[in-house]
C-alpha cells in the first residue's frame, strides 16, 4: 500500500514538473507597443519536422530550423493568448528571418490562429506568396505582413485570443535558416504606444525667419542703430550746472571775510581817532 501511494506521488509530481517544462511562449509589450511573441530565448512549445535550437546568429539570438536538402522548413509556436483586434486594419506581423543563401528559398506560407488544441487548417488567418530571391537577401531580413492583407481559412479565428503561429519556408537547397524577434506591431514602424489611442493632430512649424541684415536701411518700425549711445562711451562735456551751487557759496564766502576784515579796520581807526 506504502509502495502504490510513493508511486502516485512521484506521479503528480512528475506530472506536475512536466507541466511547468511545457509552458507556451509568453509574449510581452515592448516600449514601443509592439507585441513580442517569441524573441529567440526560448523554444518551449515550439516545435518542427526537425530540431530547433537556441544559437548565436550573426549578433542575434534566434531560433535555428536545421532542416537540410529540399523540402518544408517548418517553425509552429504556441503562446499565452494575445488581443490583436485593435491594429487588424494597421497592424503587422513582423520577424526577422535569416538566410544564407536566399537563392534557394522559394516561397513561404504564414500563419495566425486561435485554437487552444494547437489545430491547424481553420480559424486562422494566412499569407502567402512569399519568399522570392528578388524579396530577400543573404543574412538577416526584416517581413513584415499586413494583417490587413492575410486571408481566412476555416473561418476567422478570434483575434481577442490568437495563440499559435506556422510559418513555412519551401526551399530546395542547403541553406542556414533561423528566426528571431517575432511580434505583432500595431502599424508599420512599430511606434505606437496604445493602438487605441488616436494621434495627437499635426501642427504646422513656425515660418522660419531671415536673419537680419546689418547693411540694411531701418524700416519705419526699425529704430536706427546708431541711434543707441555705445556702452563705455564718453559723452561730450557740458557745462556742469552740479557745480554752480559750490562757486556761489565760495563767492558768498570770501564777500563776509571781506566785509568783516573792513569792519574790524573801521573800528580800529575809529579807536585810534578816540584817544
Not at 36 to 41: E, Q
Request: net charge negative.
Amino acid at each position: 500500500m506504502k509502495k502504490r501511494i510513493f508511486i502516485l506521488i512521484a506521479s503528480l509530481i512528475a506530472a506536475a514538473m512536466l507541466s511547468v517544462t511545457a509552458q507556451a511562449l509568453t509574449p510581452y509589450t515592448a516600449e514601443d507597443g509592439s507585441i513580442i511573441i517569441a524573441d529567440g530565448t526560448s523554444i518551449e512549445e515550439c516545435w518542427s519536422d526537425v530540431e530547433l535550437t537556441i544559437a548565436e546568429v550573426d549578433d542575434k539570438t534566434a531560433i535555428v530550423n536545421n532542416f537540410t536538402g529540399s523540402g518544408t522548413a517548418i517553425w509552429c509556436m504556441g503562446f499565452t493568448p494575445i488581443d490583436i483586434s485593435a491594429c487588424l486594419e494597421t497592424g503587422y506581423l513582423e520577424f526577422k528571418l535569416y538566410t544564407s543563401d536566399p537563392d534557394v528559398v522559394i516561397d513561404g506560407q504564414f500563419e495566425l490562429n486561435s485554437n487552444d488544441d494547437r489545430s491547424c487548417d481553420h480559424n486562422e488567418i494566412n499569407w502567402g506568396g512569399f519568399g522570392t530571391t528578388r524579396l530577400l537577401e543573404s543574412g538577416w531580413n526584416t517581413i513584415q505582413l499586413p494583417l490587413a492583407d492575410a486571408e481566412e481559412a476555416g473561418g476567422a479565428p478570434d483575434f481577442t485570443k490568437i495563440q499559435m503561429i506556422r510559418l513555412y519556408l519551401f526551399i530546395y537547397g542547403p541553406t542556414d535558416l533561423a528566426i528571431t524577434d517575432v511580434r505583432i506591431s500595431p502599424d508599420a514602424t512599430g511606434l505606437v504606444t496604445e493602438p487605441e489611442t488616436e494621434p495627437a493632430p499635426e501642427t504646422e512649424p513656425a515660418p522660419a525667419t531671415e536673419p537680419e541684415d546689418k547693411d540694411t536701411e531701418p524700416t519705419a518700425t526699425q529704430a536706427p542703430a546708431n541711434e543707441t549711445e555705445p556702452a563705455g562711451t564718453k559723452a561730450p562735456e557740458t557745462d556742469k550746472p552740479a557745480d554752480a551751487p559750490a562757486n556761489t557759496g565760495l563767492i558768498i564766502g570770501i564777500a563776509v571775510a571781506a566785509a568783516v576784515i573792513i569792519a574790524v579796520v573801521v573800528i580800529l581807526i575809529v579807536r585810534k581817532k578816540k584817544k
